[in-house]
């Protein structure tokens, strides 16, 4: 099954949201108010995405239209992979087993493109014959008698 969003706005980079704080004269992490500003309108933009729950492995395919060649690709994947957790998009971003991510300029119209791809019914027969083959390897390792010269 496929699942597609267009969320509107430049994508903040998750290395450079975070700020140290004092609290109680300990230093902590805090985000930005771009990175929680972010955040909110990816989280009333979702749409569909929201409440999907995918708890398998699944395909991300995003395209990121920056105003400027400036931002780093890699930066934003973790970022938006947090968010579809957050939305309960997705229960786990380590279910993610492929990532095909594209960095385009769009100066008038910055926005991240989405698209997730859970296995279909294909795959999951696929890996219940695999879980019984190996199974079935165990329990024939396991009767096994070996016998000495």
């Not at 979702?46 to 931002?71: H, M, Q, T």
Request: glycine share 4%; proline share 3%.
């Amino acid at each position: 099954m496929e699942y597609k969003t267009i969320i509107k706005g430049n994508a903040p980079s998750k290395a450079n949201c975070y700020k140290i704080v004092s609290i109680n004269g300990h230093g902590c992490l805090a985000k930005t108010s771009a990175l929680k500003k972010y955040e909110e309108s990816f989280i009333w933009q979702a749409g569909k995405l929201r409440d999907l729950n995918i708890n398998e492995p699944f395909e991300f395919y995003i395209d990121v239209y920056y105003p400027s060649r400036r931002s780093d690709l890699d930066n934003v994947l973790k970022l938006q992979l947090d968010v579809l957790q957050r939305i309960k998009c997705i229960k786990n971003d380590n279910n993610c087993c492929l990532i095909h991510a594209r960095k385009f300029v769009d100066k008038e119209n910055p926005r991240v493109e989405i698209m997730i791809k859970n296995f279909g019914l294909k795959n999951k027969i696929f890996i219940w014959y695999f879980e019984i083959w190996v199974y079935l390897c165990n329990v024939h390792a396991k009767n096994k008698t070996y016998e000495r010269d």
